[in-house]
């Protein structure tokens, strides 16, 4: 692999004296985010020999070494007594449950379900059975009203008597706002998976914490599944119940098994940071929420990248659209930069990325790069720590080293171009051709004329530049 500093690439000039134009120190910016300096001094230039190269590869991890994460602060849970219990219909089971387990039966069990709470002491209910190895994954999406709180549990149930609560989401009603102009609170949602290897019952309660209408509907979605089909992070559904992540890593193995299932996540910033969240199945959709207290107040990206500041911040993946598919995903957590240390560059023109070496016809050897018209180079922009720089502006500078203008300066072209989210970006300039000020001989008597050109490379009030063999086309 060839990879050289850009020093290196200028002693390949074995016989041209550089004239180094004088850095100009980089300062931190004024955003708060920032963490380190960078003096012009340090930022480095260096040349790979593929695309591959410019791109920052992220650590896999697989979904089941994910640690539990930290919990939120809880909420005391409710006792709740069989008298208060209004039923919302008949049992949700699959026919697992009754120990039929054939082809057609595979498939998960999905209800979907509306009710009101009518009456301060009303709390609605609906029987579940779960055989061995099931998950129950319900999701309350609660009325448009701030002044409504309502909490999903699960409880033992045997028709009877209500045994321990086993599973809870008791977050407080938060009214976010969200891009598409969406007013409401983030669902409770709550997964549950039967361990043992018989048949449980089970009670899915939405319980009233604050208020009640008799007009004002939730909405209740239920849907059991079995073991093979649902990922080893569950049970993950809720901020309650999530998996710790770090920063630029791909978690893979995690899927969506039926329409209402979302995974939650956890990432711990203890500095300022700007970070990234990726899901590779186009139909999902990913949210961020920070918690105060109980309460999920949502982060709206700018760009597509989070500004967080220090503390846990709570990342959903979940299925937007009406059409579900269950699908695997792979969830990219990448953490940027803010103030450029390196930029790689992959040169690329009209005459190809190889290196050449030239004898001129007074004997002096030239070693590197070289072009006809168009110069075509590819760069990534990192920090001090190989992060991504995202939407930064970097400056490339080409002056001839043969023609000149009408003012006897020698004639230059700059372009200016801004990295992508993935702290990429492209060049394309077509200068005018070479005057021809020197000449080699290739086959005699073929002689081939060029000019020894300068490219400058600028990013964050920083300068270096490298030499080029600008040729002659015949």
Known sequence: MFKKSLSTMLAMVLTVTMTFITPIAVSATSEESVQETVNADDLEVEFVDSMEDLEVHLEEVHVDELPSGEALPQKEVPEINLSELSSMGDEVRSSRADGINMAYSDQSVTVELTGAIKAENSVSYIPVALAPGDIIQATLKLPVNPNLDYDLLLYEFDNETLGNCVKNSILTTYMNTYPDGTRKTVDEAIAYINTDSVVHSYAVIVFPTKGFSATETFGLTISLDQAGYYDASEPNESPIDVKQITTNTNVVGNNL?????????????PTLKKMGFTVSESSYSVEVYYAIDTSMVLVNPQDGLYNLSEGNYYIKVYNQNADFVSKDYSLQIQEYGIIPAKINVYYDGDMDWNIVEIIDTKGETYKGYRFYQVLLPNISVVDLRGNRVAYTNVYMKWTSGGRTDE????????????????????????????????????????????????????????????????????
């Open 257 to 269: 098994n039926v329409i209402n299932d979302q995974d939650w996540f956890v990432i711990n910033t």
């Open 407 to 474: 003012n006897g300066n020698y004639q230059s072209i700059t372009k200016v171009v801004t990295t992508d989210k993935n702290g990429m970006a492209s060049f394309r300039m077509v200068t005018p051709t070479a005057l021809g000020v020197r000449k080699y001989i290739n086959v005699y008597p073929n002689i081939n004329y060029f000019d020894i050109d300068t490219i400058q490379i600028s990013c964050g009030g920083a300068l270096e530049e490298f030499l080029i063999c600008h040729m002659k086309e015949r």
